[in-house]
């Protein structure tokens, strides 16, 4: 299905921003409140599994999208959620305006350790 206005401007936009080709945006509902996402290890499609809570669905856009700039950018990136990774993404919750609580409590609840080590190591402060 097409993905919704929100979505491919959010994308286009952090394309033009790291410089690098946009994938394709697999997009698709989900009946639960709360998102899905992958992405592709050659970087030509993302998708993400839209619930029906737009910031969730957002923030699965973000992560795909830092998944996916990484790949392109790092040669050596094989789509792990490693401080790298971590690194690459709280400059990019930053910088289009998601919520870092929002982000943090998501992200922390699939990937603590590495969580806490890089928001720490960025300046933030996370008790865990
Ligand atoms: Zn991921």
Redesign the pocket.
Same mark, same amino acid.
């Given at each position: 299905m097409e993905p919704p206005r929100w979505a491919q401007r959010l994308m286009a936009r952090m394309a033009h921003d790291y410089k690098v080709v946009a994938p394709y945006l697999h997009w698709k509902t989900r009946r639960s409140p709360s998102s899905s996402g992958y992405c592709t290890l050659h970087g030509g499609v993302i998708g993400v599994g839209a619930g029906s809570d737009k910031q969730d669905a957002r923030l699965a856009l973000l /992560?795909?999208m830092c /998944?996916n700039i990484l790949l392109k950018l790092v040669p050596e990136y094989r789509g792990e959620?490693d401080a790298r990774f971590y690194d690459f993404l709280w400059p990019i919750i930053r910088r289009y305006r998601f919520p870092m609580k929002v982000a943090l409590v998501f992200e922390g609840s699939h990937h603590r350790r590495t969580v806490a080590l890089t928001y720490r190591r960025g300046g933030g402060n996370l008790k865990c």
């Open positions: /992560h795909e /998944h959620h």
